[in-house]
């Protein structure tokens, strides 16, 4: 605690003192028990008075100490004056002591000496009556009590003043101490990067840091003093088994699990749960500690996915060497048998040829898993692309009886890229378009601009559609749901779209039908 503000304290303590003995003062004197005292009254009051005006306007305390002292001793002084009553001096002493709560031996000092001389003077002129009963011997023993009491008083101003020091001194380390660690808790609460969030014992938020608003999107105003849900509904009743056990002084450290922004959507979270004890070792409440893992989980699938696709590539590798020298070779013989026109097994022979062929798809789709291979990269215009594959399906979505809807704008959409690469990825995907209609049914066909230099080309179809469980393992090689696929074709897609890169995003409902978004950063318009 500052000095100054001390002394204001001690200060406002002498003056209420001075103000209580006014009031006592003033109130016999209204009652006609002492005569002659309004002068001392009225002093006192206007002393009051002012330094009351002094004190509101913040004069140095120093000023107003001294003010004080002068006049809690005029005020001692008058009354032994107005009243002729030789007790009365016992308030020099009583004075002494009152200035001791200062702690100064110097204050103290000046008026013990001052006191001495008032004391003095008063008994030789004013109290005659008292020379009369008293001689010499006792007046000494008298004035030697008097300095033994002033300067005990002065002796144990000194000793509460070292002490005072003392237990100030070790209070204003605590303080800086007590300070210091609060100063480094608010500012780790403040610039932590982690979503912290503190909750009482109803689930109502207490206080949040700038990096909860920003990773889940409610503001501080509206945070405090409110449950906000932070959990999916569908993970409500974990979350409720994790609040049983935090309650009862348990944590749960670094565990991952879906949370649930302001938006309703949802992100990847590593999450501590901690409960906060008091002095007694009770919960009074819990802290939240979140950690936006979503790029991390991204970044581990892609990890996955690229030593899928290597494996597949090695794969590849040895099937392209293994398979395709014997396959040559009955190849050979089989267009031999074939070229025989009145052979009896030529159903049979174009049935293996069919399969060869077949087989010569499946290790070309493997071969594309493989080392990159060179791409005839060049700028094309992606609208002339969709429309050549157009083209090449409408006979058979006619012979089928699928509606075709084209939304292909007017304006020339330029891509960077091996054009052949992106035939590639739309074939596969209207050709698992049309293998998912099982009757009549339409297909659409969209080009469109996409935020931030991106165009989307999204084919969509009114199929039975895939669950959610399909789409998660669609880019997984050799997954399939067809009877006659290799599992290879979503596979290849996404890697010549990230090859691009690009990116696929499907949306799929059981019944209803399938969209696939293929993005793609656009070169230029026109």
């Known amino acids: 605690m500052k000095h100054s503000t001390i002394l204001r304290k001690k200060n406002r303590f002498v003056l209420l003192i001075l103000v209580a003995a006014t009031i006592f003062h003033t109130l016999i004197n209204l009652l006609g028990l002492i005569d002659d005292g309004q002068l001392l009254t009225l002093s006192s009051i206007l ?20 003010l004080l002292a002068i006049e809690l001793n005029s005020f001692v002084v008058l009354i ?11 308030l020099f002493i009583l004075l002494l002591f009152i200035l001791a709560i200062y702690h100064s031996f110097w204050l103290n000092f000046a008026m013990m000496s001052i006191s001495l001389i008032e004391f003095y003077f008063l008994l030789k002129f004013h109290y005659e009556p008292f020379s009369k009963f008293y001689n010499s011997t006792d007046m000494t023993i008298f ?23 003392k237990v100030e001194q070790v209070a204003e380390e605590k303080q800086q101490e007590l300070l ?8 780790f609460f403040e610039n932590a990067k982690d979503s912290i969030a503190v909750f009482d014992l109803e689930g109502r938020v207490v206080a949040v840091n700038p990096a909860f608003e920003k990773l889940y999107g409610w503001r501080k105003e509206e945070c405090i003093g409110n449950a906000i849900p932070l959990v999916p509904p569908e993970n409500l009743a974990y979350a409720n088994e994790r609040l049983r056990h935090l309650l009862n002084g348990e944590s749960f450290h670094l565990f991952e699990t879906k949370d649930m922004k302001k938006d309703g959507t949802y992100f990847d979270a590593q999450v501590t749960l901690s409960p906060i004890l008091d ?12 950690r936006d893992i979503s790029y991390k989980k991204e970044a581990e699938q892609m990890r996955i996915q690229s030593e899928k696709l290597k494996v597949a590539g090695e794969i590849a590798a040895g099937v392209a060497h293994e398979i395709r020298n014997p396959l040559t070779v009955i190849s050979g013989f089989v267009q031999m048998m074939n070229n025989e026109q009145n052979s009896p097994y030529t159903y049979y022979t174009n049935l293996i040829n069919a399969e060869i062929d077949r087989i010569n798809l499946i290790i070309s789709e493997f071969l594309v898993l493989s080392k990159p291979h060179s791409k005839q990269v060049r700028d094309f215009d992606v ?20 509606c075709l809807l084209e939304d292909i704008p007017a304006n020339n959409i330029v891509l960077r890229g091996d054009s052949n690469q992106i035939k590639q990825v739309l074939i596969n995907l209207i050709k698992n378009a049309i293998e998912a209609i099982e009757t009549d049914g339409t297909i659409r066909i969209s ?5 931030e230099g991106y165009c989307a080309i ?14 998660q393992h669609i880019f997984e090689p050799f997954y399939t749901t067809k009877d006659a696929g290799t599992g290879l074709g979503m596979m290849i897609s996404e890697k010549i779209i990230q090859e691009h890169k690009g990116w696929i995003e499907i949306n799929s409902i059981v019944g209803e039908g399938t969209e696939i978004s293929i993005f793609l950063e656009m070169l230029s318009e026109s």
């Open 180 to 187: 210091s660690k609060e100063g480094y808790l608010h500012l």
């Open 80 to 90: 032994n004056l107005y009243f002729n009553y030789t007790h009365h001096l016992v």
């Open 143 to 165: 004035f030697l009590i008097f300095i033994f009491l002033a300067v005990t008083g002065i002796i144990q101003s000194n000793y509460l003043n070292y002490r005072w020091k």
């Open 383 to 402: 609208k002339h692309v969709v429309s050549d594959i157009l083209l090449l399906f409408k006979p058979e979505l006619q012979m089928k009886n699928i």
């Open 279 to 290: 002095d007694e070792g009770k919960v009074i409440a819990t802290s939240v500690i979140t």
């Open 47 to 66: 002393f009051c008075i002012c330094i009351g005006i002094l004190t509101y306007f913040k004069i140095d305390e120093r000023l107003i100490c001294i």
């Open 447 to 451: 080009i469109k601009e996409a935020e």
């Open 458 to 471: 999204r084919v969509a179809d009114n199929g039975q559609g895939m669950s959610e469980e399909v789409i």
